[in-house]
């Protein structure tokens, strides 16, 4: 079946450098890819909606500017944590939907980032 | 505002035991409930679309039913490999996008 890639799993860095994640659609296209954040215990927390070939749409208090977003081709979607803080240390996850019934069938693996 | 309450937080089963996640949700305009599973460190798995009240869906040892305001996951006779986060969302077309549930986390023991 489908699978959406998810790149690097887990990430350790400093604070105030930037940590790009990559998220790949592997056997199909999607022109729409959602960026979650999770914190231990709590709910998937939608950041933002990636839309191939325009801009992002990002939720209510989600910082545009530390959270740049690309979907530059139909398999390949990038989340960019810029100036990152030990505050932005959390699991992110990417998702695709299934475009024949808009589904959110397709999760990656979801990275841990851990700032120092 | 929509809103999705998993319960319980947690449950230990024992191998065999069988039980039912909840999943309530006060959203307008539902137009569809999934079920995913979660394992530590790793992204959602699909397991099932719920699109209105009545229907029901089931795969393997799972079993997932809706209402107009809640939905469950039934386990029969659950196996230690059951053992994970379920994870319970709604999807509106007021949000145009899917609310999480906080997840009920699963352990079933021999």
């Known amino acids: 079946g489908a699978v959406v890639s998810q790149h690097p799993s887990w990430v350790i860095c400093k604070s105030g450098t930037s940590v790009k994640i990559e998220c790949r659609s592997l056997?199909?296209?999607?022109?729409?890819m959602f960026w979650y954040r999770q914190f231990p215990k709590q709910s998937l927390m939608l950041m933002a909606t990636s839309n191939e070939g325009s801009k992002a749409t990002y939720e209510q208090g989600v910082e545009k500017d530390k959270f740049l977003i690309n979907h530059a081709s139909l398999t390949l979607s990038t989340l960019t944590v810029t100036s990152a803080h030990p505050e932005d240390s959390s699991f992110y996850i990417c998702?695709?939907?299934?475009?024949?019934?808009?589904?959110?069938?397709?999760f990656g693996q979801g990275t841990r980032l851990t700032v120092v | 505002e929509d809103q999705v309450t998993q319960s319980p937080e947690a449950l230990r089963l024992q191998e065999g035991e069988s039980s039912s996640l909840n999943c309530s949700y006060t959203v307008s305009g539902l137009r569809g409930l999934f079920w995913y599973r979660q394992d530590p460190g790793k992204g959602p798995e699909f397991l099932f679309t719920l699109y209105s009240a009545g229907e029901e869906k089931e795969k393997e040892r799972l079993k997932a039913t809706l209402t107009k305001k809640e939905s469950f996951l039934h386990i029969t006779a659950p196996k230690p490999e059951d053992s994970a986060t379920y994870l319970c969302a709604v999807f509106t077309g007021t949000a145009s996008k899917l609310t999480f549930g906080t997840g009920t986390r699963l352990q079933v023991t021999l």
């Open positions: 998702s695709a939907p299934d475009r024949g019934t808009n589904t959110e069938a397709f």
């Open positions: 056997d199909f296209q999607a022109t729409t």
